[in-house]
């Protein structure tokens, strides 16, 4: 019998990324990747048993491209419908203060995804297309949406709530909300079990180091702050957005430089972080560039650094103590560079790193603190397709065995 299986989409404004994933082994079964939606020229990449198939013509909109990926699915396997695939499970970026764990399609989620556009206006319209056209292409299994801002839900009032007019707050939702919970959780539980300890007793300090990157404190498995806020603007020192400034920076450039409020959102989310401090945003190309001497991208690794470990001092102070640090994504998991920098000189605070074991990329839970560390230094990889897959069967097997479910 064919393992259960979920496919799992990342709809964003012009792409959709797909996975399909064993829930068992966790392996990707297949993958893949509609690009370029809506413009002149688009690409769809299928990956299947080692196999890579691409097609170049234009992608109307969501509902060709997802017509185009189950094509290649029957046309380059495996097949969609002897794959046991028991839910389909969505990725969807915001979901305020409405959704705090996973929760079933229907058409009244649906329009309460649409109903928090304004607040996420670069990727709910994506998702909300995604789902749409999923929903409609595979009516026989159950859709689950899995929001980036859920695990976070549980963050006390004094972490999320900005110190500005209560009225006006309210009014438009402002708040922090916090994203890339679905890896925070993940890692966070992973964490636990490989140190073989249990999660209710770990105060951890994660570190989600991506082209996007956000820190949380966890306390017994629940969050309790995190860096990223209304949009994942706030916080880290990104690959292009520029993380914590001060907010007259705004006022400044808009009134001093004549630049837009769009202009400026531009430059802030797209053109900051590494990308505006040294030209590249990708650290494999900044650890060049240093190399070749430059001074940019050798200050702009120390700003990065210096960031984080405000972030990791500050969350140390909240949690009261720290007894896991864990380093995750393409970053985290593969620059020893930048764990080494952003943990360095914390020894008095319990913190030392082992520059053997921090040495190269990893790709599996590994220890690189020393033996005489009091805090637990780790890296583990994260997966978030995987994440979504098990929650989606979770969420579904749920609803299955209760008494009142909700029909399939
Ligand atoms: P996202 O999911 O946010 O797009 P990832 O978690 O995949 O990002 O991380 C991508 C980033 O990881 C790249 O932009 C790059 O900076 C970094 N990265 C990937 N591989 C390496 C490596 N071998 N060494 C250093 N940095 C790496």
Do not use: C, W
């Amino acid at each position: 019998m064919t393992h259960p299986s979920v496919l799992v989409i990342n709809a964003g404004s012009s792409s959709i990324k797909y996975q399909l994933v064993d829930t068992v082994d966790g392996e990707a079964i297949a993958s893949g990747v509609v690009e370029r939606i809506g413009q002149s020229e688009g690409i769809v990449t299928h990956k299947h048993a080692g196999e890579q198939t691409r097609l170049d013509e234009p992608v109307p909109d969501h509902a060709t491209g997802l017509r185009r990926v189950l094509d290649l699915f029957a046309e380059h396997g495996p097949d969609i419908a002897s794959a046991n695939v028991v839910a389909v499970g969505h990725r969807v970026v915001q979901g305020g203060s409405l959704f705090s764990g996973p929760t079933l399609v229907t058409d009244e989620v649906v329009e309460q995804i649409r109903s928090l556009v304004p607040l996420a206006p670069l990727h709910n319209p994506g998702h909300v297309a995604g789902l749409e056209v999923a929903r409609e292409l595979l009516p026989d299994v159950p859709h689950v949406v899995i929001f980036d801002t859920a695990f976070f839900q549980t963050l006390p009032e004094a972490a999320f709530t900005y110190a500005i007019d209560r009225e006006v707050a309210a009014a438009n939702q402002v708040r922090r909300y916090g994203f890339h919970g679905t890896s925070h959780d993940f890692v966070s539980k992973a964490a636990a079990e490989f140190l073989g300890r249990p999660l209710a007793d770990l105060r951890q300090i994660i570190l989600h180091l991506g082209n996007g990157a956000s820190v949380s404190a966890v306390r017994g498995g629940v969050a309790v702050e995190t860096s990223m806020g209304l949009t994942p603007l706030e916080g880290l020192v990104m690959g292009t957005r520029s993380g914590d400034i001060d907010p007259a920076v705004i006022f400044h450039l808009h009134r001093t430089a004549g630049m837009s409020v769009d202009e400026i959102d531009t430059l802030l989310n797209k053109r900051s972080g590494m990308l505006g401090l040294t030209g590249e945003s990708d650290f494999r190309a900044i650890h060049e560039l240093v190399e070749q001497g430059s001074q940019d991208a050798r200050l702009a690794l120390d700003v990065y650094a210096h960031r984080l470990k405000k972030y990791v001092g500050s969350y140390l102070a909240v949690l009261g103590g720290v007894d896991v640090i864990t380093f995750t994504a393409g970053i985290g998991e593969n620059d020893d560079v930048v764990r080494g920098l952003a943990l360095a000189g914390l020894a008095e605070l319990g913190i030392e790193i082992d520059p053997v074991r921090n040495a190269g990329r990893k790709k599996e839970p590994t220890i690189i603190s020393t033996d005489a560390s009091r805090v637990t230094v780790l890296v583990v990889p994260t997966n978030e397709e995987l994440a979504i897959a098990q929650q989606s069967v979770a969420r579904v097997t749920e609803l299955a065995a209760a008494p009142t479910a909700t029909p399939l």
